[in-house]
């Protein structure tokens, strides 16, 4: 095991640590969303922001396991700090010569993947991480990594109002305006919780839903007894790939950025359409049967093939109805296997599901 150094400006850094006035404080439900969020992100069991003190690593928050610290000489965060513009990836622990033989690898909570974003302060100091960790042996994609960076500076920006309420209730002095402050405070965290929970169902590029909140639309549409008829559709854009390589990344983000607002016209009325990942998109028809549904899907095909993109673009559609006892996950792949009959007997058309 090698022991993690200490940065050369350590004690600047634990004085910018100790004005937090955080270090052995309560839990705080602000900072226990942004470690679920990004647990549920990254697709690990295990997340925690951490602290490093002069010799212990001290867990503000932390899932999946039961903890309040560690110590510093074992800790993977103290050698995240060490490079505060990057995040820190241990893909595989027991392939590391810094961790194979560290007590929480060999140990509980037997630790064979990290990912570390560094919390940095205001003026530029490494105080702790967010960090997101496994049992298992992960890769952590790009977008991942810039949503863990990103998680890590809301954790910051968490981290600077909670500074600054303790510092109304240190300095003033007259109720009224104790009380202002500490409202707009508390908006603010309002705010930005509200913001974060957008950004986790939100996809950046086509500002349509996510994956993840199809899903929760899905077993909404799904809901009730008796259950209701609904539908759902899986789009693919034809060729794809040849757009990317011939009309280069930007022109195939325009494409997919103009199919996202057609999507969202197209279904504004009843039901919700979301991005399902790559060029795949998905639709949820609620109170639908599946011949309305296909015809929705004829009209949303037609509607493609005439954006004015400058250059053909087509899609592939599988549609399926919902089935009293079916899982949502069983609708889906239903519906892809529609979507891969679509491309197979020729693309541009929509299949319907048995």
Same mark, same amino acid.
């Given at each position: ?34 470690? !679920? ?39 993977? &965060? ?57 049992? #298992? ?59 974060? +929970? ?18 929760? +639309? ?12 609904? &539908? ?16 280069? #990344? ?6 997919? =950025? ?7 016209? #197209? ?5 919700? +359409? ?8 998905? =639709? !949820? ?18 509607? !493609? ?16 109805? #919902?089935? *009293?006892?079916?899982? !949502?996950?069983? *609708? ?5 296997? +529609? ?16």
């Amino acid at each position: 095991m090698i022991k993690p150094d200490k940065p050369a400006n350590e004690a600047l850094r634990l004085e910018a640590l100790y004005r937090y006035r955080i270090l052995d404080s309560e839990r705080e439900k602000s900072f226990d969303d942004l470690v !679920v969020i990004a647990k549920a992100v990254c697709g690990t069991s295990m997340a925690a922001v951490t602290l490093i003190d002069v010799e212990r690593q001290w867990f503000k928050s932390i899932q999946g396991i039961d903890a309040a610290e560690n110590l510093r000489s074992e800790s993977m &965060c103290g050698h995240a700090i060490l490079q505060p513009q990057e995040i820190m990836v241990v893909e595989d622990a027991l392939q590391d010569i810094r961790f194979h033989d560290n007590p929480v690898v060999t140990g509980d909570p037997h630790i064979r993947f990290y990912a570390g974003a560094p919390l940095i302060s205001s003026d530029g100091l490494p105080l702790g991480t967010l960090c997101v960790f496994d049992a #298992h042996p992960q890769h952590l994609a790009s977008d991942k990594a810039e949503a863990l960076a990103a998680l890590s500076r809301q954790v910051m920006l968490v981290m600077e109002l909670r500074r600054f309420a303790l510092d109304i209730q240190k300095h003033m002095l007259e109720r009224d305006d104790y009380e202002r402050l500490l409202s707009e405070y508390q908006d603010v965290l309002l705010a930005q919780n509200a913001d974060l +929970a957008a950004q986790s169902r939100t996809d950046d590029l086509t500002g349509l839903p996510n994956r993840r909140a199809m899903a929760a +639309a899905l077993e909404e549409a799904v809901a009730g007894n008796p259950p209701t008829a609904a &539908c759902v559709a899986l789009l693919d854009i034809d060729h794809f790939k040849h757009i990317n390589d011939f009309q280069g #990344h930007a022109t195939g983000d325009r494409v997919l =950025a103009e199919l996202g607002a057609l999507l969202r016209s #197209h279904f504004a009325g009843r039901g919700m +359409a979301a991005r399902y990942g790559g060029e795949e998109f998905v =639709a !949820v028809m609620p109170g639908t049967d599946l011949r309305t549904a296909e015809l929705q899907c004829e009209f949303l095909r037609l509607a !493609v093939a005439d954006l004015p993109l400058g250059f053909p673009v087509t899609i592939s559609i599988g549609v399926a109805q #919902h089935r *009293t006892g079916e899982s !949502v996950d069983e *609708t889906l792949a239903r519906a892809d296997k +529609a979507l891969y009959r679509a491309k197979g007997n020729g693309r541009n058309r929509v299949e319907r599901a048995g």
